[in-house]
């Protein structure tokens, strides 16, 4: 209880007195505030984009690449093949009481990107009637879809954020064509937002790519399905395709991409938290150095080190949650819900939000209360050393 | 009367560098319960260390200090901090109040190391402060009050806990004489009519008046014992 009191008594004493100390206190929460919003900020655009590949997979979707493609750029799937995928075990059948297949090819096209004015590469998707069925979350939510066998595309809402010249109504030119914007589409969270879709058969003709696809989407009856489905796939000698569930495909990408922009935004936020923490062990250095006589003064009295140490250490921390709040507060006002895009797998342009979460909130909030620990803790074992001589305390 | 405190053959040497400097080469000092000493000696006498060493805010090499009984020479720094903050009561030239409290705040300190109830403690607080005249400034910090002032609540918190022993150290060193007489009348009235037994090292004659007996200290012996 005593003990209690003591120790209760000296973190007041300790964390009223550090307005006496203000332009220091405030320099050291600033810049563990510059820290978390760093780190939060870097942590936050990995996880838009894990979000944004994550959302785009659905369990019951198969995708199939040419063996050994590692995305759809570098892939070929021929007309005879899906036939033979319509074959499998489990396929959906589609409104026409056919499999439910969407046979598609991606194109790389130009873009200027509004933020920088440069060129960036932009998928062009051919896609089939069935196209939209696969996706259901996909909605045309202004215009209208293409008409099958015209030069016409509809434009994805996220790449209308970032990139200018797609607008509803526009004519734009890829190669010696020209083609007309005739709808807005959105599937909110995922990659195919950031995408411009036109009719299949149209692009393999203008763009001289005979009959082949680059990938199969096959709608399937239930995600229960996948496993069969897969495996006859893998088996089937005449197929020599790999299938795999399209959540598990953007699953992968995200993970490569995501970790890249997460590993530079760690030793990056980790680099700063050294500078912060040189600030904060200076301004707790100095705190306990100010406070010597007091110090002293409680332990002739009878105090003990104890509670001189827990009184540094909990002002320090008091200061590193400080800069924490105002760090996440910096980034759920400025960078929250923010949209960004970036190169996905495949070399195109993926636009996603940067997303706060309670899971990075809590890794930044923790980098910042260990600058706190460990700027208190040095600090702290000195006060507690501090002896109780008369001759210091006058 | 019996002893309050007792030191026999101390002996207390500081190391300097390589070289050791002996400040006492067996110290015998008796101050019996009720007394008000005063302690007077040049610069480099040894009186802070005597103050230190009567404080429980050093140790000794060898010899023994009984205190009411207790001997403390052997007692480690946490016994000692205990015993501190059951015994001694202390008040310093500069006051050495906490900025950030006011004087009722300040005045309770000691308290936090009892087990007392929060209600039983402002009880005390305000007992203490009626003692000094200093009730109606409970709520004022230590830089709205002047030093006499500041003093008195130093005074306040050196007895709150009602210690036998006050330790004080140049406590008019700071105050001007009017002042410093008031305060000293305020200790000579805490000996007289509380019984504590007092210790003061001071410089100032003046001050050693109002104590019962005065020490001289020079070179580490005690030269001469005025009455």
């Known amino acids: 209880m005593s003990l209690l009191n003591q120790t209760g008594s000296v973190i007041a004493m300790n964390v009223r007195s550090i307005p006496q100390r203000l332009w220091m206190s405030l320099a050291t929460v600033g810049s563990i505030a510059l820290v978390v919003a760093v780190l939060l900020g870097f942590l936050a655009l990995a996880n838009g984009f894990n979000q944004t590949l994550k959302g785009s997979g659905a369990p019951d979707v198969a995708i199939t690449l040419r063996d050994g493609a590692a995305s759809e750029l570098n892939s070929v799937v021929s007309r005879e093949q899906i036939d033979l995928l319509g074959q499998g075990p489990g396929v959906r059948a589609g409104p026409d009481g056919r499999p439910l297949i969407s046979a598609e090819l991606v194109l790389i096209v130009d873009g200027i990107k509004k933020s920088t004015g440069t060129k960036a590469n932009m998928p062009l998707r051919g896609i089939g009637p069935n196209g939209l069925l696969v996706r259901p979350q996909a909605k045309i939510t202004q215009g209208r879809m293409f008409t099958p066998g015209s030069n016409e595309i509809v434009v994805g809402a996220g790449l209308l954020r970032e990139f200018s010249g797609f607008e509803l109504g526009k004519t734009l030119r890829f190669g010696a064509q020209t083609w007309k914007v005739v709808g807005v589409f959105e599937a909110p969270g995922t990659v195919f937002e950031s995408e411009l879709w036109a009719d299949a058969p149209v692009i393999q003709s203008l763009f001289k790519r005979g009959s082949t696809f680059q990938t199969a989407r096959i709608g399937l009856t239930s995600p229960a399905a996948m496993p069969a489905f897969v495996k006859y796939v893998k088996d089937e000698q005449r197929l020599q395709l790999k299938a795999q569930s399209e959540q598990t495909y953007f699953a992968d990408q995200a993970e490569r991409s995501g970790l890249l922009i997460k590993y530079f935004g760690w030793p990056l936020g980790i680099i700063m938290a050294i500078g912060a923490l040189a600030g904060a062990l200076n301004t707790m250095y100095a705190s306990v150095s100010s406070r010597a006589a007091e110090i002293a003064t409680l332990r002739v009295i009878g105090f003990s080190g104890f509670s001189a140490f827990i009184g540094t250490m909990v002002e320090a921390l008091v200061l590193s949650a400080l800069g924490a709040l105002v760090g996440v507060a910096i980034c759920a006002l400025g960078f929250n819900g923010l949209s960004a895009s970036t190169l996905g797998a495949g070399f195109t342009q993926v636009a996603f939000r940067l997303q706060i979460g309670p899971d990075i909130i809590t890794q930044a909030v923790t980098l910042a209360l260990i600058i706190g620990l460990i700027g208190g803790i040095f600090p702290g074992l000195r006060a507690s050393r501090q002896r109780p001589l008369l001759a210091l305390a006058t | ?227």
Not at chain 2, 31 to 50: C, Y
């Open chain 2, 1 to 227: 009367m019996s002893a309050l405190i007792q030191l026999k053959n101390v002996k207390k040497t500081y190391k300097r560098g390589k070289e050791s400097i002996t400040i006492f080469d067996g110290l015998n000092l008796t101050i019996e319960q009720g007394d008000f000493v005063a302690i007077m000696g040049p610069s480099g006498s040894g009186k802070t260390t005597l103050l230190n060493l009567l404080g429980g805010t050093d140790r000794s090499d060898s010899g023994e200090i009984n205190f009411d009984g207790e001997r403390i020479d052997g007692y480690n720094e946490g016994q000692l901090a205990g015993w501190r903050a059951r015994s001694v009561g202390f008040i310093f030239q500069f006051y050495n109040l906490m900025p950030v409290l006011n004087a009722a705040q300040n005045v309770e300190l000691p308290l936090m190391l009892t087990k007392l109830s929060a209600g039983k403690r402002r009880a005390n607080v305000e007992t203490a402060l009626k003692i000094v005249g200093l009730w109606d400034r409970a709520k004022h910090r230590p830089k709205e009050l002047s030093g006499g002032q500041q003093q008195r609540v130093a005074i306040a918190r050196a007895i709150v806990s009602d210690p036998k022993f006050l330790l004080c150290d140049e406590p008019t060193g700071d105050l001007d004489r009017n002042t410093a007489n008031d305060i000293l009348g305020t200790l000579q009235q805490l000996n007289q009519e509380m019984g504590k037994t007092i210790v003061m090292v001071t410089h100032d004659p003046e001050a050693a008046r109002f104590a019962k007996r005065t020490l001289h200290l020079d070179k580490g012996v005690f030269a001469e014992v005025t009455q």
